[in-house]
Antibody, heavy 119, light 112 residues
Framework: QVTLKESGPGILQPSQTLSLTCSFSGFSLSTSGICVSWIRQPSGKGLEWLAT???????GYNPSLKNRLTISKDTSNNQAFLKITSVDTADTAIYYC???????????WGQGVMVTVSS | DVVLTQTPPTLLATIGQSVSISCRSS???????????LNWLLQRTGQSPQPLIYLVSKLESGVPNRFSGSGSGTDFTLKISGVEAEDLGVYYCMQFTHYPLTFGSGTKLEIK
């Protein structure tokens, strides 16, 4: 059974660095063709892709935030991570991680974690 | 970036009615490898998105076959043949043929 679960600080102040963890089970990020992506959703708004990391350690970032994003993984512990530097109130959102399978389907999503940036 | 335009923004349907949602892309979504990376998701209120369809027309495991996807190039359609109460929510198309991955703005399905 595949599951993903996001975790984060809940609330942080502007200019701080946001660190998110996606802990997953039921698959390995060392399996060929498997990737994990981060997507966020401000309250009442649509979905925005942030970054993806794949089994062979390739990475992709949304250019609109690229300089602020770092994605990484710990294959041994079945985790993927996302850091966003210099956060501001516009980064307040629900953050999801999702698995992308070989054939291109984002077939499993986490429940999401709410992050609020506030002074 | 590829812009995905979904219409209509809101859809009001009765139980049993068949409905369609359009997703129009600003560029062809046909990849050089021959695949078209256009997926559909449903997000129920308060829940995370759940996958419905991938590669334009392939049904995700466990998704009822009243859902179907079609299209090519820049024009895609999600059809629900016989809406059920559990289908209400916001439907999104998404593409990752082109970098960066982008989503449509969503179509909210409401039940009369």
């Amino acid at each position: 059974q595949v599951t993903l679960k996001e975790s984060g600080p809940g609330i942080l102040q502007p200019s701080q660095t946001l660190s998110l963890t996606c802990s997953f089970s039921g698959f390995s990020l060392s399996t060929s063709g498997i990737c994990v992506s981060w997507i966020r959703q401000p309250s009442g708004k649509g979905l925005e892709w942030l970054a993806t990391i794949c089994w062979e350690d390739s990475k992709g970032y949304n250019p609109s935030l690229k300089n602020r994003l770092t994605i990484s993984k710990d294959t041994s512990n079945n985790q993927a991570f996302l850091k966003i530097t210099s956060v501001d109130t516009a980064d307040t959102a629900i953050y999801y991680c999702a698995r992308r399978a070989l054939v291109g389907n984002f077939d499993y999503w986490g429940q999401g974690v709410m992050v609020t940036v506030s002074s | 970036d590829v812009v995905l335009t979904q219409t209509p923004p809101t859809l009001l349907a009765t139980i049993g009615q068949s409905v369609s949602i359009s997703c129009r892309s600003s560029q062809s979504l046909l990849h050089s490898n021959g695949n078209t990376y256009l997926n559909w998701l449903l997000q129920r209120t308060g829940q995370s998105p759940q996958p419905l369809i991938y590669l334009v027309s392939k049904l995700e495991s466990g998704v009822p076959n009243r859902f179907s996807g079609s299209g090519s190039g820049t024009d895609f359609t999600l059809k629900i043949s016989g809406v059920e109460a559990e289908d209400l929510g916001v439907y999104y198309c998404m593409q990752f043929t082109h970098y960066p991955l982008t989503f449509g703005s969503g179509t909210k399905l409401e039940i009369k």
